[in-house]
């Protein structure tokens, strides 16, 4: 097993999935607990924001900004979203 990127890391430390969404369902289950904010960019995968919710997180959503057809992302928003949380 390569170690440079990972120095101590072993065969326990690899979670083998199905693909995408059964990963991003394990670790929405592992790191969410009840009571939790969870800030999330949107538009995303919505499915992990769903997650997030039915493990009884509050989702505050972090838009990005449209411009010229292309998605940017709104540092400000990002620092109100986080405020908010924190208040």
């Given amino acids: 097993m390569h170690r440079g990127a990972y120095p101590g890391a072993t065969r326990d430390h690899v979670q083998v999935t199905n693909g995408g969404s059964e990963a991003n369902y394990i670790t929405t289950w ?3 607990e009840p009571g939790d904010d969870v800030v999330m960019m949107v538009p995303n995968y919505m499915a992990t924001w769903r ?6 997180a509050t ?11 292309e998605w940017v992302v709104d540092a400000d928003g990002l620092a109100r ?3 908010a949380v924190r208040s």
């Fill in 81 to 83: 979203v986080t405020t």
């Fill in 30 to 32: 592992n790191l969410v």
């Fill in 51 to 56: 997650l997030a919710r039915a493990f009884g």
């Fill in 59 to 69: 989702v505050r959503e972090w838009p990005l900004l449209g411009a010229n057809g």
